[in-house]
């Protein structure tokens, strides 16, 4: 019988914020990240009532336990983590605004959660697309302008094929052979 192999070392790592909204392929990059050593956690808190008070406190906590925080709450704090933890890592999926939306409104539905109605004011994107769609490029427009010009930040669109050589170049690691793990490619 084989024994487990050694853990591998933890070398130090700068903390991994994900920033992109919902959508985007965060479970994607999630599973990358793990994939490559990452302790990851997220998204967390969708249903907790008092999110909009409690959102900061439960990342902070979380940032001490993982090496990266990937959907949300953590993808509206990034100013705050960003002063919280410099030298950290941040990256922001992205995907066409079109895309983005009727993805969200086919995945959420009508369901409505104290997350979403903290992010864009409405807990379901049915009926408040418009609401939605602003909010994203506003966000995405907003994280841009917050790093411009800063080498921590990374953008990453899985539609235009993004996969391991940006993400690694990006956090240092060795590109895997094995193919990038796109999760969650239903068409939505």
């Known amino acids: 019988m084989l024994d487990k192999p050694p853990p591998r070392r933890r070398r130090q790592r700068p903390k991994v914020f994900c920033i992109g909204f919902h959508r985007t392929g965060t479970k994607s990059l999630a599973t990358a990240l793990e994939f490559l050593g990452y302790r990851v956690t997220g998204p967390n808190g969708a249903r907790d009532p008092n999110i909009a008070n409690n959102a900061l406190a439960l990342v902070l906590g979380l940032a001490g336990e993982f090496d990266a925080l990937n959907d ?10 960003d002063a919280a933890f410099p030298g950290s890592r941040f990256i922001l999926t992205t995907r066409s605004t079109g895309a ?8 959420f539905g009508t369901d409505e959660t104290p997350m979403r ?9 049915v009926g408040f697309e418009s609401v939605y769609r602003e909010r994203y490029e506003s ?14 930040l990374l953008v990453l669109d899985f539609e235009r094929g993004d996969g391991w050589p940006e993400l690694c170049a990006f956090l240092g690691e060795d590109v895997p052979e094995a193919p990038f793990p796109h ?5 939505t």
């Open 72 to 81: 949300n709450p953590t993808t509206v704090l990034y100013r705050e983590l």
């Open 100 to 107: 983005w939306l009727a993805s969200a409104v086919r995945y």
């Open 117 to 125: 109605e903290w992010i864009y004011g409405h807990g379901s994107p």
């Open 139 to 152: 966000h995405n427009a907003e994280v841009a302008a917050h790093f411009e010009g800063r080498p921590d």
């Open 183 to 187: 999760t969650n490619r239903s068409g």
